[in-house]
């Protein structure tokens, strides 16, 4: 075990000894503290200390070199034999605090990134848990403090939004109390604002709203490729995050194949795109690189369009705003999946089949296996899509049709 002075100069240049796949280097000036180098280059900080009668070697809260220095390593040093002094374990004392947020990006990391609504579950964490309890420690957030929360969300959000966020919050408590010997989540039954027959959303837009949208969107100042994912949306009958994520490689010709990895049902959907659809997807962003990007983008192609929050409350101001000049009643709330909803009618309107439109909305009809051929019902579902176009095209259109007849009008009774 090699002993010196360790330098800032010395940590830069260390390598392991000659047939060592790994190297300690004991610091003279603090006793137990060792930068660990392995042979193909990784440094790290190690304190070893004697706890219960046995050598244990710490590396947690040491970090690596260069991004702990030297000083910073020799403080937290210090700060482990204070521990030991005090009669307290050193990995207990130096360890991270476990606060709310820390635990939540731990059970992202562990559990979350594997789930299909994971990072959905991770951004309505940080936007509406964060800022209250992100650095409070998780020991201490107690039934009240979640309960003023589930308050302020459903003041501002609505109780559904408060309810999703309770169960985003209950998984990642539940799972840390899996992993821990003395927490216990402090959620109980009866936190919940809605029943769950309530849950279930039935919000369909009336035509009107669906010409008070697409107006907003021509006026709303929203990113350049917000108009067209939302369209998209209601043309395609696809969940948010599925528009969101359109990709040039997942398109041949007038086929959107959305693949399974990022489908509810965790097969292939693909989606005839209308003349209508495909006249959203647009131009090749300038200044991507490669051969393919994000339709939807507010970055070149290079990520899917993401800002959903932002971009709505403009659209509805706009919207706000159209009605109120025209002296109607404000749009009752809506949400960018209602329009997933207001397709499925559309389509029940202009007599499409139901299994057809069911098979549009990618739901598995009874009996068919998982291994059904992809390609199944195409030219059914093209149908369905053509019909549903034909029919938002006669909403929106036929507004603007009365709009102009009725300035006519008036502008002939104003000469007369």
């Given at each position: 075990m090699p002993r010196r002075?360790?330098?800032?100069?010395?940590?830069?240049?260390?390598?392991?000894?000659?047939?060592e796949a790994q190297t300690d280097y004991f610091d003279e000036e603090r006793p137990g503290l060792a930068l660990r180098v392995t042979k193909a280059g990784t440094k790290s900080w190690t304190y070893y200390f004697t706890w219960g009668g046995k050598r244990v070697r710490m590396t947690q809260g040491l970090g690596t070199y260069?991004?702990?220095?030297l000083a910073r390593a020799r403080t937290l040093a210090d700060q482990a034999r204070a521990a030991l002094e005090k009669g307290k374990d050193p990995r207990t004392a130096l360890a991270k605090p476990e606060t709310f947020k820390a635990i939540c990006e731990e059970w992202y990391e562990r559990e979350g990134k594997a789930l299909r609504t994971g990072e959905d579950r991770k951004a309505t964490l940080e936007r509406l848990a964060y800022p209250t309890l992100g650095d409070r420690s998780i020991n201490e957030v107690g039934r009240r403090d979640i309960i003023r929360l589930l308050d302020r969300i459903e003041d501002e959000s609505g109780a559904v939004m408060a309810d999703q966020t309770l169960a985003f919050m209950r998984r990642v408590f539940n799972w840390h109390a899996n992993r821990s010997d003395d927490f216990r989540s402090p959620i109980v039954?009866?936190?919940a604002r809605t029943k769950p027959k309530a849950r279930a959303r039935?919000?369909?837009?009336a035509d009107d709203e669906i010409r008070d949208v697409w107006a907003g969107l021509a006026a709303a100042e929203v990113p350049t490729c917000y108009p067209a994912f939302v369209k998209m949306l209601l043309l395609t009958a696809t969940r948010r995050n599925e528009g969101a994520n359109m990709h040039t490689s997942e398109l041949e010709g007038d086929l959107w194949t959305i693949?399974?990895?990022r489908y509810k049902t965790k097969l292939d959907h693909v989606i005839p795109?209308?003349?209508q659809a495909l006249a959203l997807i647009g131009e090749k962003p300038y200044g991507v690189n490669g051969n393919s990007w994000f339709v939807f983008s507010t970055t070149h192609g290079i990520k899917g369009f993401s800002g959903f929050s932002k971009a709505k409350r403009e659209l509805d101001k706009e919207i706000a705003k159209r009605r109120e000049a025209e002296s109607r009643e404000p749009m009752p709330r809506w949400t960018l999946h209602d329009l997933r909803r207001?397709?499925?009618?559309?389509?029940?309107?202009?007599?499409?089949?139901?299994?057809?439109?069911?098979?549009?909305?990618?739901?598995v009809i009874g009996g068919v296996s998982e291994t059904y051929d992809r390609y199944e019902y195409l030219d059914e579902k093209r149908e369905a899509l053509t019909q549903l176009a034909r029919l938002v095209d006669f909403i929106v259109h036929r507004r603007v049709i009365s709009v102009t007849l009725?300035?006519?009008?008036r502008e002939a009774e104003s000469t007369a």
């Open positions: 002075a360790l330098t800032d100069r010395f940590c830069a240049h260390a390598k392991a000894r000659d047939g260069p991004a702990t220095s039954r009866g936190m039935k919000r369909i837009l693949p399974g990895e795109l209308t003349p207001t397709a499925r009618s559309l389509m029940s309107r202009a007599k499409v089949p139901t299994d057809h439109a069911e098979r549009v909305l990618g739901h009725r300035r006519v009008n």
